[in-house]
């Protein structure tokens, strides 16, 4: 009897004992179980990196989906279609015009000159203003410069009678996204009530595109592509209308891979890109450059006597083009402190490409400030102070065939008598 309560008492006390020894393994595997989930999980995210999604992710898929088809949709009433980009000038002066080629160059021109902005409004909507007002500073051509605020205005008027009232509101960053278009849109208002010759607002398209995209949910990939896209869609369109080809050719072309690529280059050429250097780019050849540039102009990085010309030629990048001793300093400050990025000033007048971030001081050097010309056009008050008038003049030279149509307006800022590159 003694003998069987003792043996009862051993298996009460060894049985909690292999209880815990089971839960101890099992708490094992589970960790086990959990670091080869991770793992999986960890690998599968490389090998399939997420998309940026935007910071206001109160949206459903659904609605951002919904909005950036809406963005896309060339229906949507912006009137894009009244402006050309210059293709009626490139095929008036080409025979036979090469769209494709025409399409690529205006592409990057377009991208380079407004994509930065685009991408600020998307990324800080409470610069909106500020960005409004870099933009029209550094666009010199009126035309562009109407399309730009035409465009713009109507994306806002848009944004006021549609867009607004089917946008859930939830969050304190969206709200205060809203209220800065909200008080853009009355600054707006106030500046066409107004009889001052500088409005405080312009509202350009790129940075309302970017700011209204934003709010909708739509993502900044999507974005930015989509608002290339619309570029090229505006194009076909003005080709169709002057006959170039015909609307399923506009299909055809628009469904392409190079269109596709070239969106996609442009888009991650500049992605990166600040306002500050975003600038106006035009096509040119050396040869084009060699009936241009005077061969008084030496390669100061390069042997003596040695034309710009004859360096355009050999292809040789990265180098500081000098010309004569009148070239602002800061013109070669700039150069300095962004290697790799191209900056090219050409004679009487004849800009190839300035960065937006040395229009304003370098118009102010040549007398364009305040106290400038302020009546008729930068390309006028040119011609007048240099003496290039007339059909033979060399402005209407860069808008015969040679330089595909693009007039002296047509480019951002001016500069007198250099070329400079920082690569």
């Not at 070239?327 to 800009?351: E, T």
């Not at 300035?354 to 009546?375: E, R």
Request: net charge neutral; aromatic share 8%; charged share 15%.
């Amino acid at each position: 009897m003694a003998d069987s309560s003792v043996s009862s008492v051993r298996s009460e006390a060894v049985q909690p004992q292999l209880i815990e020894d089971e839960i101890a393994e099992l708490k094992r595997k589970l960790e086990d179980a959990q670091e080869r989930l991770n793992a999986v999980t960890d690998a599968a995210s490389r090998a399939f990196p997420s998309q940026p999604t935007v910071s206001n992710n109160v949206h459903h898929a659904a609605t951002s989906s919904h909005f950036l088809l809406l963005l896309a949709d060339s229906a949507l009433p912006l009137g894009s279609f009244a402006f050309s980009s210059g293709l009626e000038s490139y095929i008036a002066h080409n025979r036979p015009p090469s769209f494709t080629k025409f399409m690529t160059l205006s592409l990057s021109s377009h991208a380079s000159a407004t994509l930065p902005f685009v991408l600020a409004g998307y990324r800080n909507p409470e610069r909106l203003l500020e960005l409004d007002d870099a933009l029209d500073g550094a666009i010199m051509c009126t035309v562009g410069r109407r399309a730009s605020v035409a465009q713009g205005r109507a994306l806002l008027s848009i944004w006021d009678r549609a867009f607004s009232s089917a946008i859930p509101m939830s969050t304190d960053a969206e709200e205060g996204t809203l209220k800065v278009l909200k008080n853009f849109s009355a600054l707006l208002r106030s500046a066409n009530a107004s009889t001052d010759d500088l409005p405080p607002a312009s509202a350009h398209l790129a940075p309302l595109f970017g700011v209204i995209a934003r709010i909708t949910g739509v993502g900044e990939q999507e974005m930015a592509y989509v608002y290339m896209l619309s570029h090229v869609k505006a194009l076909l369109s003005a080709a169709v209308r002057a006959s170039v080809f015909g609307p399923y050719q506009a299909q055809k072309l628009l469904a392409s891979r190079e269109v596709q690529e070239g969106i996609e280059g442009v888009i991650t050429a500049h992605w990166g890109r600040r306002t500050e250097d975003a600038g106006q780019t035009v096509p040119f050849q050396a040869k084009v450059l060699a009936g241009l540039i005077p061969y008084g102009f030496t390669v100061k990085s390069a042997t003596q006597g040695q034309t710009l010309t004859s360096k355009v030629d050999a292809h040789h990048g990265h180098k500081l083009y000098n010309c004569y001793r009148d070239v602002p300093p800061f013109i070669f400050d700039w150069m300095r402190a962004h290697p790799g990025q191209a900056v090219f000033y050409v004679v009487n007048g004849i800009l190839v490409f300035t960065p937006a971030a040395l229009t304003g001081p370098l118009l102010t050097s040549m007398g364009w400030g305040a106290s400038g010309p302020v009546a008729g056009s930068v390309a006028a008050s040119l011609q007048t102070m240099l003496g290039n008038v007339g059909a033979g003049s060399i402005f209407a030279y860069l808008q015969s065939a040679a330089m595909g149509g693009y007039g002296v307006a047509a480019v951002n800022g001016v500069a007198q008598a250099c070329v400079g590159s920082a690569g």
